[in-house]
């Protein structure tokens, strides 16, 4: 017992409550973190109507079977995090066999994850929108129809194309971090499923499991806002 | 232990709420396939703070929390709410002349879509 509870807990319930409020601590911090890019991001939506209506076009072009790739990596995160929330269980339950294929369907889902963002980075890409992109292609065009969007609303075409740059600053540095997260995420979870093959965990001892499951969950937490406000929202 | 009983959550209840998550994920995408206007933002984020609480309850195990894990949850929340609710009000509902969008051209623009 002494081994499994730190000499400054009591016991072992209020070491797993610490466990979880420095977790969620933390998740506070990120929620601030993403909640003042996502709070730029809908002011200058307020300000930039026109550019921000171009640049979501685009965003939720990239489809498959009619449904745009959001909408599929939406899907995607919510089993990760059915498969994380089955994870935790069958850890409190000692089911380490379960744990481990829960930790692998995660990982799977995961890397799914970021395989369909990078092939939406591939289709922003070739739409010219990808920051770089001019050095390399000097005389190409972005593909989106700027020049009647600017005459439709009455402004200046080099100010919309300035107001259009800046949504793509706001749309690769907030997916850009979130897939950071994800990538943080991954690496986590191949640790935590190292640590369940050796037999680490318990069900009075597996906390990293637990608070890992509460990171992952919030980063698909994050996904849920990003869906309707940068693919959904015109 | 009739606590710890009850910090284990059924798969059942797992799979339902993943189901409920899957409905409303179905429902935000068609919904933004219907032009409602302004009710198209509201539609959007109103299911996806659904969905947020979802998974936050049921999947971060918050609703078997401890008080003190409540109050940090809350907080986060709090001060999101301060920011987000400050901040756009301001732009929302105090148009100043060198405002770029009036209504009138929200509205064309939303149209013409």
Redesign the interface.
């Given at each position: 017992m002494s081994e499994l509870v730190a000499h400054q807990f009591d016991d072992l319930e209020q070491q797993i409550e610490a466990d979880t409020l420095g977790m969620w601590t933390f998740l506070a911090t990120e929620v601030l973190f993403f909640g003042g890019m996502i709070c730029g991001y809908c002011v200058y939506r307020l300000l930039y109507f026109t550019a921000w209506h171009q640049g979501s076009l685009i965003v939720d072009n990239f489809r498959w079977l009619g449904v745009s790739s959001g909408a599929w990596n939406t899907a995607v995160l919510l089993t990760s995090s059915l498969s994380v929330a089955l994870g935790v269980r069958a850890a409190k339950m000692g089911d380490n066999r379960f744990l481990a294929m829960m930790l692998v369907v995660t990982l799977v889902l995961g890397v799914a994850f970021l395989a369909i963002k990078a092939a939406e980075y591939t289709h922003e890409y070739h739409e010219g929108v990808v920051p770089g992109y001019s050095l390399f292609h000097p005389d190409q065009e972005i593909s989106s129809d700027l020049h009647r969007a600017a005459a439709e609303s009455h402004t200046a075409e080099t100010t919309l194309r300035r107001e259009f740059q800046l949504f793509w600053v706001f749309y690769f540095f907030i997916t850009g971090v979130h897939a950071l997260h994800m990538v943080i995420g991954v690496g986590l979870f191949t640790y935590l499923l190292i640590e369940t093959r050796r037999g680490r965990f318990t069900p009075q001892k597996h906390a990293p499991i637990e608070i890992m499951g509460l990171y992952w969950h919030f980063v698909d937490l994050v996904w849920i806002f990003l869906l309707p406000l940068l693919y959904l929202v015109r | 232990m009739p606590e710890e009983k009850h910090?284990?959550?059924g798969?059942g209840l797992?799979?339902v709420?993943?189901g409920l998550?899957?409905a409303l994920?179905i429902a935000?995408?068609s919904a933004?396939r219907v032009d409602m206007g302004p009710w198209?933002?509201v539609t959007?984020?109103v299911?996806?703070v659904v969905?947020?609480l979802l998974?936050?309850l049921?999947?971060?195990?918050v609703r078997h929390?401890?008080r003190?894990?409540w109050i940090?949850?809350g907080?986060?929340?709090l001060?999101?709410t301060l920011?987000?609710g400050l901040?756009?009000s301001e732009?929302?509902f105090r148009p100043s002349p060198p405002?770029?969008?009036s209504t009138a051209?929200?509205e064309?623009?939303?149209i013409?879509?």
């Open positions: - | 910090k284990f959550d798969v797992y799979l709420i993943y998550l899957l994920l935000t995408v933004a198209n933002v959007a984020l299911i996806a969905k947020a998974v936050i049921f999947f971060m195990h929390s401890s003190l894990t940090f949850a907080a986060a929340f001060w999101l920011l987000l901040t756009l732009y929302w405002f770029p969008q051209q929200l064309s623009a939303t013409s879509r």
